[in-house]
């Protein structure tokens, strides 16, 4: 893509969607942060419908303390990969009490240093929460910036360092959602929308002209 094509990319994504959020439901840092764990590899609706339940017992990194990995476990069973999920959230909560005073750091270090939290679910609590232009490349990103030509590259980590140089400056504090929806709703890995696509011109996906994209 060019200079003037990621512009205009990202003016079309904005003109659709002037304040993109993520789907996670969540009242705080500290919920944002359980949340995003409880993601990975899992769908946002899976973890709304745990959480929904959990967050309205236990909000604080205390109150999910007490509840023992045991106690979590029955909220959130319904997530894949629960059992591991809930020894790192646990794991995660007596950190923050110990070594934060229950409030989730705003540092990358301090963020990847927690059980369970990896460089994307840092980069979405470090741009989510606290405002900062990163980029956090899950699989709709990693295929969205691969499949239109916006960044190329072999790795998430890749991927993520040519995105923070591609995207324009002011976009790129929203760009991760954008891109996460566009790929969630639209640019889907197996079937495209593309005739719906508000960037198809603009994209280097060569399929998207044929019958077997639509």
């Avoid at 969540?26 to 919920?31: A, C, I, T, V, W």
Wanted: charged fraction near 25%; proline fraction near 6%.
């Amino acid at each position: 893509m060019t200079k003037a094509q990621r512009l205009a990319m990202f003016e079309r994504l904005r003109a659709r969607n002037p304040q993109p959020t993520t789907e996670l439901e969540y009242r705080s840092n500290f919920e944002l942060l359980i949340a995003v764990i409880l993601s990975a590899q899992a769908t946002d609706r899976s973890v709304n419908i745990a959480t929904r339940k959990l967050f309205a017992v236990a909000s604080t990194p205390a109150a999910i303390l007490a509840l023992g990995e045991a106690g979590l476990c029955e909220y959130i069973r319904t997530i894949g990969l629960y059992k591991s999920k809930a020894k790192n959230v646990i794991e995660t909560c007596r950190r923050l009490l110990e070594q934060h005073a229950s409030e989730v750091p705003a540092s990358r270090d301090a963020l990847e240093a927690l059980p369970g939290v990896g460089r994307k679910t840092a980069n979405v609590v470090l741009n989510t929460a606290f405002g900062e232009p990163t980029m956090a490349v899950d699989t709709h990103i990693f295929r969205v910036a691969n499949r239109t030509g916006l960044a190329r590259g072999k790795t998430p980590l890749e991927v993520e360092r040519k995105l923070l140089k591609a995207v324009p400056k002011e976009f790129l504090l929203n760009a991760h959602h954008w891109l996460i929806l566009h790929g969630r709703y639209i640019c889907k890995a197996r079937k495209p929308d593309c005739p719906a696509c508000p960037i198809a011109d603009l994209c280097a996906f060569k399929p998207k002209t044929r019958a077997d994209a639509r």
